[in-house]
Each structure stands twice: as C-alpha cells, then as structure tokens.
C-alpha cells in the first residue's frame, strides 16, 4: 500500500465532505429531533416553556451529535477520485516493544530480606 502525501488538496476534499454532510444532516437531525421532544412536551404540558425549549434544544444537540459519527464513518469509507482513508496498523516502536516484554519475577528471598 502506497502512502500519500497530506496536500492541502486532499485535506480540502476530506474537510468539505465533514463539513458540508456534518452541517446540513446535524441541522436537518437537530431540528427534527428537537422539534419533535419540544412539540410533544409542549402539548403534554410537561412543564414550562423555558425547560422545554432547553430539553428540546439538548435532544437536537445529542441527534446532531451522534450524525457527526456517522459523517466521520462517511468520510473514512469514501472512495475519492485518485486515494482512499485508510486505517492500517502501525509498526510498533521500539520503546514501546522494550516496555512490553515481562519482567522477571522476583524471588520470594529477594522481597523477604526488605522487612
């Protein structure tokens, strides 16, 4: 697998999808989802407008939210027109192999002289 360099050009294609799929659907669910718990609370008269339009306002953020991890899915599975994303495994470093190898274990002698 050929690595490619990060150039502003491919960097603005991966932002505008995010960006451009992240407002229109977190609006779109946002607004959905919070006119749809602000309706139903309203006239259930759950209590007053103020605490309801704030719920309301929460249920969109949560729904604009959660779209947010959906466009991210999106943008890491797009296929643009000469390179792909990628998850690929990392090598690992040596440091980090050194800190995980075992570590001998102690004598019991070693840990009862101490006392």
Do not use: C
């Not at 990060?6 to 603005?12: A, C, H």
């Not at 007053?48 to 991890?69: D, H, N, Q």
């Amino acid at each position: 697998m050929q690595e490619l360099d990060v150039t502003w050009n491919r960097l603005i294609r991966i932002w505008w999808l995010v960006v451009w799929r992240g407002t229109v659907g977190g609006f779109a669910f946002g607004f959905v989802g919070g006119f749809i718990i602000g309706l139903i609370a309203g006239v259930l008269g759950l209590g007053p407008i103020e605490k309801v339009r704030l719920f309301a306002g929460i249920t969109g953020y949560i729904a604009a939210l959660v779209w947010s991890a959906f466009v991210l899915r999106m943008a890491l599975k797009n296929h643009y027109s000469d390179f792909r994303i990628a998850l690929v495994l990392a090598e690992p470093r040596r440091a980090e192999f050194m800190s995980a190898q075992p570590t001998p274990p102690h004598s019991p002698a070693s840990s009862t002289s101490r006392r």
